[in-house]
């Protein structure tokens, strides 16, 4: 059984910096993402990073966040420059295995305010 865990969020003035990590377990993993949702907003996704290492970034968040992954534990990290309050919201890992399971975690909470 695939599973991934959050953390890392938190409150945050504007302009500061929060890294967020997923760690994820039971498979190799050939898509791994980051996914966020504010209140009464679609999720989206933000981030992104396949086995091949090819990443995806929002218009949004380009330049300001990076996406990376460490194979030797599964663990994917959002490393979030320069957050602005309307990157508030419940970021969530989503995980697809090699052989097609999904998976979701069960988010953190990042707040950008001063």
């Known amino acids: 059984q695939v599973q991934v865990v959050e953390s890392g969020g938190g409150l945050v003035q504007p302009g500061g910096s929060l890294r967020l990590s997923c760690a994820a377990s039971?498979?190799?993993?050939?898509?791994m993402g980051w996914y966020r949702q504010a209140p009464g907003n679609q999720r989206e996704l933000v981030a992104s990073?396949?086995?091949?290492?090819?990443?995806y970034y929002a218009d949004s968040v380009k330049s300001r966040f990076t996406i990376s992954k460490d194979n030797a534990d599964n663990t994917v990290y959002l490393q979030m420059n320069s957050l602005k309050p309307e990157d508030t919201a419940t970021y969530y890992c989503y995980a697809i295995s090699t052989w097609g399971e999904s998976t979701w975690g069960q988010g953190t909470q990042v707040t950008v305010s001063s």
């Open positions: 039971g498979s190799n993993f050939g898509f």
């Open positions: 990073i396949t086995s091949d290492y090819d990443t």
